[in-house]
């Protein structure tokens, strides 16, 4: 499928992946979601990827929301499959078992808040706006935003930006939690890049692991999700990457993990 709306680069081992569509500041629309679907899957079997980050074209947004003129005249039926899409698209990339990262480099509202909520861990340039304005369109988030904002804020702040729809800023959305860090717009890149490299030096089956623990752990209760990661942390010491990890920490030099 040629694409004409998401590019994709890898450089030593860390994919970016950009959405551009800037004449709409980005916005999500089935073709960008089918396009998207197509680059998460590769990425998915690419075995050489070992983190992936996500951005938006410009500086002036990350992405802007679903295509609100797309939907416009959808009916019932096309506005259910097209946030079907959204989901599988969305839950395709927090099952990556690879770490995810967004790059917030502008404004991330509706469907654009929600891309980045499928992410593991959200940086957020000090010029990023935030939000989930859906109400003021008379719908509600169609693309997990009241499920994974709930989850990541918690129920009141949730409750709060949804309802209100009103956009907040980068510091105020790392007070909240919903960013992990804000960095001036021009080092945006660079220091999602810094985190990917520091990251994926670590072990690549711990990595795995770790993210599932995380993720699947949510859907878990407590005692579900400790057994689950008890059952990981064993198969842990299946590996060689725990031997050469270990074994590299008690003679004082820096591991080469194997990814195995
Ligand atoms: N869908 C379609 N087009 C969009 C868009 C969107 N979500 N957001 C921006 N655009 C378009 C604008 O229509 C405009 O196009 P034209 O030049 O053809 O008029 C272009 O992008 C530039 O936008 P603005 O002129 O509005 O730029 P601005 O700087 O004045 O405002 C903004 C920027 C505050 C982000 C404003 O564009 C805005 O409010 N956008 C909509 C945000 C929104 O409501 N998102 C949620 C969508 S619903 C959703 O996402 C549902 C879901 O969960 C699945």
Known sequence: MARNYVELKVE???????????????????????????????????????????????????????????????????????????????????????????????????????????????????????????????????????????????????SELIFSGEMIDAERALAIGLVNAVVPPEKLMEEAQKLAQKIIANGPVALRYAKAAIHNGLQMTLEQGCQYEVELFTDCFTTEDQDIGMAAFLSKQKPVFKGV
């Open 12 to 158: 030593e081992s860390i994919a970016t992946l950009t959405i551009n569509r800037q004449e709409a500041l980005n916005a999500l629309n089935r073709t960008v979601l089918e396009e998207l679907k197509e680059v998460i899957n590769n990425i998915a079997a690419d075995d050489q990827v070992k983190a992936l980050i996500i951005t938006g074209a410009g500086s002036k947004s990350f992405v802007a929301g679903a295509d609100i003129a797309a939907m416009k005249d959808m009916t019932p039926l096309e506005a259910k499959e097209f946030s079907f899409l959204g989901h599988r698209v969305f839950a395709a990339i927090e099952k990556l078992p690879i770490p995810v990262i967004a790059a917030i480099n502008g404004f991330a509202l509706g469907g654009g808040c929600e891309l980045a909520l499928a992410c593991d861990i959200r940086i957020a340039a000090s010029t990023a706006r935030l939000g989930q304005p859906e109400v003021k369109l008379g719908i509600i988030p169609g693309f997990g935003g009241t499920q994974r904002l709930a989850r990541i804020v918690g129920k009141g702040i949730a």
